[in-house]
C-alpha cells in the first residue's frame, strides 16, 4: 500500500487546515465575526461545507467550529482510509480560504480566471451533461511540461466533447498558445491554488440541484459523485504535500487521479501516466466513460466545445443570410433510390472565389432516406443543423430556417475550410447520430444567387406546411404522450411527460422530438406513454400517464397534472428554462428565467428557488418549464392561463414578445403584454402591484388563485 502518499496526503491536510485557520482569524479580526459570507449566485452559500456536513454557515463566525471538527477527523496512522479523511478535511479547509475571497460582497477573481462557477452555469450544462454531448468533466490541475503539451492534453480532451477545468500554470500555458478558454469553449480556467474546490463545489451541487439529496447527507452524497458525476483528474507537475492531499479529496468523492508524475500508485485510483495522449485514455478508462468519436474530414477541430464560438465581422472570411443575402437550410425526406448517400455538390461559386469579408447567398439542403425517416422528423433533423455547423471550429451559425445566419472565420479559411466541408459535416453526424432513421444522406450547397431565390420557395412551402402540421398537433389530437427520463442519470426520480403543447423542461425535446428519439432508440429514454381515460379533464390527468409515473419516478410520484401548477405538478430535475411560482398578492403567477441573475416579487433569486423546486420532487406553487411553454394553449390552463403572468425578466419578455402578443389577442386580451411588470417596475411585491393595479391587469379581477 502506499504510504508515502498517504503519509504526504495528511500531513498536507494539516499544513492546509492551520493555513485556513490563519486567514480566518485575521478575517474575523478583520471583519467581525457577524459578516455574511456565501459564493454569489448561488442557492447553497457554501456548498462543500454545505452538502457534505449539513450546516448552513451564514457568517464568518461559524466557520471555526466547522474547520474544527474536520480538523479533528485527520488521523496519523498512514492508511487509505485515513488519507481520504486527510483529503475532505483539506477541502473544507480550501473552501473556507476560498470564501473569505468574497466576504462583503466582494470577489477578487479577476478574468481570464472564473473563481466560483455560478448556479446558472451549472444548470445550463444540464442537459448537455444528460444526453452525453459531454460526456465526462476533467479537472487539469498543475503544469505541463511545456505549453504545446498543455495543448495536446487539452485538445484531446476537446475532441472528445470534455469539459475541462483548469486550475494553476496550465491556464497560462493554454493562453500562451492562443487557446481560448471560458464558459462559451467549456474550458474553465477557475485560478490557483485553492481555487481547485469550485470544481469540487460545482460537481456536488449537482448532487443537491438535480439530485434532490439534502444537506448532510454525507453517505448519500458521496455515492451520488461515485456513480454519476463522470469526473476525473489530471494532475500535471511536481506534486507537494498540499496538492496530494487534495487530489486525495478528489478520490475521496470517486475521481480517478492521473498524473504524469512517477508516483507509488494506488491501483485504479491514483495512477501515473507521463504520456499525454494515453493520460486521457487513460482517465477515461479509469472513470468508465465511453465515447465514439466521429471522424470528420474537414481542415478544424470539431466539438461542442466551439459551440459557443463567437466570429466577430473582422474574423470572418464570408458570411451568408442575416439579411445581408438570401439564405435558407432544408431537411427533407425523399424517395430511397433519389438519394446518393455520401453524394456533395458545391452549386455556385466556392468560398475561395470571393473576396473576404463577403456576404454570399446559400442554400443548405440535406435529403435524407430511411427506412423508418417519418416527415415528422424533417424539422427534427433540420434543427441539428444549426449544432453541427457550429461545432466546427471557426463557424457560427444562428437561427434556423430562412433567417438563418452563417460565418466562416478567416482563421479557418485560412487552414483550408470550404463550403464544400459543411457538407462532409452534415453528412457525417446525421448518418452518425441518427442511424436508425437515416440510411442515406446527399447534401447540396447552392451559392449560386438565382438558384438560391428558386429553391427558397420550395423551402418556405414546405416551412408554411410543417407550420400548420404543428398548430393541429395538439394533446387531444394524439392518443400518445411522451416521456423523457434523460435526466434520470442526475435526478434519479425525475420524469418530464412531453405532450404536443408542453415541451420538456429544458427546452430541448418537443413531443416531435421524443418520438424521433424513440424510433432512433426504442430502449431509450423517451417512451410512448398511451393517455389512457381522462381523469381531469381540466387539470390534464391522465391514468396510463399515472401509471407511467409511478413506475418511471421508482414510486415515488403517483399522479400528476399537466396543465395546473397548483396540485401534483410536474417535477423538475433541474435544467429548466425558468421558474414559474405563485404571487398570492397579486393573484398570479411570476416567471424567472435562468439567465436573470436580480431578485424577483416571490422574494427569492433564479438561484434560491431553483434550489428548492429541483430533484424530482413535485412543489405545488412552483415549477420549472421550458420558455416557449407560455406561448402554449395549455400553458397552466386549469389556472388561467397565460392572464395570470404578472411579472417576467424583461429579457424574457422581449423574447417571448410576438408570441405573447398574439396569444392575447386569440385570448382577447387587450394591451395585455405591456400589463406585465419586469425588473425595472420593481422586483418586490410592493413596487409591482401599483402597475398592476394603474394598467388593469387581468389577474386581478380573475377567480382567487388559491
Ligand atoms: Fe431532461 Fe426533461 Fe429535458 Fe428530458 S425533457 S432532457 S428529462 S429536462
Ligand atoms: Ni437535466
Ligand atoms: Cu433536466
Known sequence: MSR????AAIEGSIIAASYAEILLNQAIRRHGEDTPVGYPDTAYRLPVIRSLSGEDTPTIGDLPAVLNRFKANIRHEPTLENAKLAGEATLFAAEIIEALKYINGR?????????FVSDAVLRKLGVPLVDDTIPGVA????????SKDAVTVFKELQKRGILVIMVNDIIEQLLEEGMRLGVDYMAFPLGHFTAAIHAVNFALRAGLAFGGIAPGKREEMLKYQAERVDAFVLALGELDEVRIAAELGAIHLGFPVVTDQEVEEIPDL???EPDYVKMVQRALELRNIKIKIVDIPIPVTFGPAFEGERI???DMHVEFGGQRSPAFELVRMIPMDEVEDGKITVIGPEIDEVAAGTAMPLGIMVDVAGRKMQEDFEPVLERRIHYFINYAEGCWHIAQRDICWMRISRDAFAKGFRIRHFGEILYAKFKSDFPAIVDRVQVTLITDEAQVHEQIEVARRKYAARDARLAGLTDESV?????CTLCQSFAPNHVCIVAPERIGLCGAVSWLDAKASYEITPTGPNQPIAKGECIEPVKGQWVGVNEFLKVASHNTLEAVNLYTLLENPMTSCGCFECIMAILPEANGVMIVNREFGGMTPCGMKFSTLAGSVGGGVQTPGFMGHGRSYVLSRKFIAADGGLARIVWMPQELKEFLKEGITRRAEELGLEGF???IADETVGTTIEEVLPLLEEKGHPALAMPPLM
Request: hydrophobic share 30%; charged share 30%; net charge positive.
Open 673 to 675: 403584454y405591456d400589463k
Open 107 to 115: 470577489n477578487s477573481y479577476r478574468a481570464p480566471y472564473m473563481g
Open 479 to 483: 392518443d400518445t404522450f411522451y416521456s
Open 312 to 314: 466577430r465581422k473582422e
Open 139 to 146: 479537472v487539469i490541475i498543475g503544469k505541463a511540461r511545456t
Open 4 to 7: 508515502e502518499l498517504c503519509k
Open 270 to 272: 491514483f495512477v501515473a
